[in-house]
């Protein structure tokens, strides 16, 4: 086993997934040779030859449109949108095509690409380069979307999109790129998608988060033990946006009886109010507080300093527990 951070997980998991099948091909803006913007696909093109690691002009809609004719021909395409920002002419082909597919030819060919994305907060980018937009992708029929934060989920969660016969986003946090290591398992492996990972037990409070605020989270939970050093908190990594773990979500709150969602994304419409819908229609005479969620604001996303005010961190995580572990009807 090797320690590694994020972004070597990645590379890790195209170089499994390449060396296991000739059909998987990595493309997309300075892919090839340089490796990508964050150094991803890194040492692939030297390796596997420039026909199956090469750069895209910069024209997302064109090459998404471009994996989905190598996906519907038996190819098995990786797409790097330089940012998820960025990425968004990419949607017509996304929503249009790519994830009506299966249904539009009635089985007869399907779209087994992934489309990897540089998302989120957190290194005070310029505009475009911060959005998390992951209920968007959440929202169509068709695709699957993830989200890891650890370097055994990316690894892991990238390969099984890869061998998934519909079209998977992998959706990755900037921040957590080379945030932390951890032991990652050499060679092939996969972590199932739709199941969600227990962090911790617990038994007054339900955390479900993602992505990068899965590392705030889990330090909120030690920071409020100088206040309520009796609660018992479980936490709750999704992993997976859609399909999302409704069984372990829905079990941990008819424990606890509280809830609060945790993600940087804007307030109104995201993946926090589904899962806070879906518990209420599922736990509501387990409940002993209000569904809350702790988000970001309903604004576009600041870029360079004005990002951290939007950002969702530990401290504003610590605010919102409290309120709900202090809530008496």
């Given at each position: 086993?090797?320690?590694i951070n994020?972004?070597?997980a990645?590379t890790?998991?195209?170089?499994?997934?390449m060396?296991?099948d000739k059909?998987v091909?990595?493309f997309g803006?300075d892919?090839?040779?340089e490796g990508?913007?964050?150094?991803?696909t890194?040492?692939?093109q030297?390796k596997?030859?420039?026909?199956?690691?090469f750069?895209?002009?910069?024209?997302?809609?064109?090459?998404a449109?471009v994996g989905l004719g190598?996906?519907?021909n038996g190819?098995?395409?990786?797409v790097e949108?330089?940012f998820?920002?960025?990425g968004l002419?990419?949607?017509?082909?996304?929503?249009?095509?790519?994830s009506?597919?299966?249904n539009?030819?009635?089985?007869k060919?399907t779209?087994?690409?992934?489309?990897r994305m540089?998302m989120g907060?957190g290194?005070r980018a310029?505009?475009?380069?911060?959005?998390a937009?992951?209920?968007?992708f959440?929202h169509i029929p068709g695709?699957?979307t993830?989200?890891?934060?650890?370097?055994?989920?990316?690894?892991g969660?990238l390969?099984?999109a890869?061998e998934s016969?519909?079209?998977v986003?992998?959706l990755e946090?900037?921040?957590?790129?080379?945030?932390f290591?951890q032991?990652?398992?050499?060679?092939?492996?996969?972590?199932?998608i739709?199941?969600?990972?227990?962090i911790?037990?617990?038994?007054?409070?339900?955390?479900v988060t993602?992505?990068?605020?899965?590392?705030?989270c889990?330090?909120?939970v030690?920071?409020?033990k100088?206040?309520?050093p009796?609660?018992?908190?479980e936490?709750?990594?999704?992993?997976?946006?859609?399909?999302?773990d409704k069984?372990?979500?829905?079990e941990s709150?008819?424990?606890t009886g509280?809830?609060?969602?945790v993600s940087?994304?804007?307030r109104?419409?995201?993946v926090?109010?589904?899962?806070?819908a879906t518990?209420?229609e599922?736990?509501?005479?387990?409940?002993?507080?209000?569904l809350a969620?702790?988000?970001?604001?309903?604004?576009?996303?600041?870029?360079?300093?004005?990002e951290?005010?939007?950002q969702?961190?530990?401290?504003k995580?610590?605010e919102?527990?409290?309120?709900?572990?202090?809530?008496?009807?």
């Open positions: 086993m090797a320690v994020n972004i070597k990645v890790e998991a195209l170089d499994v997934a060396d296991r059909n091909i990595v803006e892919v090839g040779l990508g913007v964050f150094r991803a890194q040492g692939l030297q596997y030859g420039i026909e199956r690691s750069n895209a002009p910069i024209s997302e809609a064109m090459f449109g190598m996906a519907m190819m098995k395409p990786v949108l330089q998820q920002g960025l002419p990419a949607l017509q082909n996304v929503i249009a095509n790519i009506r597919m299966r539009r030819s009635r089985g060919w779209a087994p690409m992934v489309i540089p907060g290194i310029l505009e475009h380069h911060s959005e937009l992951e209920a968007i959440a695709i699957k993830v989200m890891p934060s650890t370097p055994y989920d990316t690894k969660l390969l099984a890869i016969p519909d079209p986003i992998v946090p900037t921040k957590l790129y080379r945030a290591k032991e990652v398992p050499d060679g092939y492996y996969t972590v199932a739709g199941e969600g990972y227990k911790q037990e617990g038994n007054d409070l339900t955390i993602y992505g990068a605020q899965t590392v705030d889990m330090k909120a030690e920071m409020i100088s206040t309520h009796t609660a018992s908190i936490l709750i990594d999704l992993r997976s946006i859609q399909p999302w069984k372990m979500v829905i709150v008819k424990k509280r809830l609060l969602v940087e994304a804007v109104s419409f995201g926090p109010a589904e899962i806070i518990v209420n599922n736990c509501f005479d387990s409940l002993k507080a209000p969620r702790c988000t970001g604001y309903d604004v576009v996303i600041p870029y360079d300093r004005g951290g005010f939007h969702v961190n530990p401290q995580v610590v919102a527990i409290k309120k709900v572990l202090d809530y008496k009807f």
